[in-house]
């Protein structure tokens, strides 16, 4: 079985467990929280982010290695990645406090000199894309600039990020923002295009958030349950199982 097979099967697998454990949940537990799992998942917001978020730091690692061994192509450099992340979540033509406080987390986890250049990052991220009122405009501007700290990198044998990682870390911060936008998937589906991603990779990481926020969901409503915890523990625990295995399959597809 091959690696998007074995990823497809284990989302499968996860969802359904997800379904089943809601399904056989006593009735007074079924009613809490129900309506918003069904509803959407951007509700979970930013604390959702770091429930799916991968162990960048793991990850940043054995590109570093990688890069420092002479064996990295195609790689995007720190600075680049995170204006890129950064214009990804200013597309909506507004950045707000919350916001910010993830970026500073993506920040910290990819590269340990980022409080050195982060007010400097920022500022220009800002002054890149200020002063555009028309969403059109401003669409194509984000466009540009993200094309431009791509072909950045591309020119530079700096890189250390992994292009699946970047492609993770926006499908993340997409969903997180509470609204998975068509402009958003227009981007991100562009960022994966431009860096040779295939498209496949990108549909199984949505599909891979997705199940995450749902099960995340689900186990949310277990433990709001006012059921004794011995009666709901073996479907929080294997909702955890789900989202662990979910998980490992992608950090492998990552480092693929």
């Not at 699946?164 to 509470?178: D, K, M, P, R």
């Not at 991100?188 to 891979?208: C, F, H, N, P």
């Amino acid at each position: 079985m091959g690696l998007f097979d074995s990823v497809r099967k284990q989302l499968g697998n996860a969802a359904e467990t997800a379904k089943k454990a809601a399904e056989n949940l006593p009735d007074s537990v079924k009613s809490i929280g129900t309506e918003s799992t069904l509803k959407g998942f951007g509700k979970i917001g930013g604390e959702a982010f770091q429930k799916f978020k991968t162990d960048s730091a793991d990850l940043y690692g054995k590109a570093r290695e990688s890069f420092q061994k002479k064996e990295a192509t195609g790689y995007i450099r720190e600075q680049d990645a995170l204006r890129i992340m950064y214009y990804l979540i200013a597309s909506d033509m507004s950045v707000d406090d919350e916001e910010i406080e993830m970026f500073d987390s993506i920040g910290r986890d990819m590269d340990p000199n980022y409080e050195t250049y982060r007010v400097q990052l920022i500022n220009k991220c800002n002054a890149d894309i200020g002063g555009i009122t028309d969403p059109d405009e401003f669409y194509d501007v984000v466009h540009e600039q993200i094309n431009s700290a791509i072909v950045n990198s591309q020119n530079s044998d700096e890189g250390s990020v992994l292009p699946a990682v970047l492609l993770w870390n926006l499908i993340s911060i997409a969903f997180a923002e509470n609204d998975y936008s068509a402009n958003e998937k227009r981007l991100i589906r562009s960022v994966a295009r431009t860096l040779g991603i295939d498209s496949a990779v990108q549909k199984e990481m949505e599909a891979a958030v997705q199940t995450m926020l749902a099960l995340t969901e689900e186990e949310k409503v277990l433990k709001a349950s006012d059921r004794k915890y011995a009666e709901v523990e073996p479907y929080i625990n294997e909702i955890a199982d789900r989202k662990q295995t979910i998980m490992y399959n992608m950090r492998a597809l990552m480092l693929d």
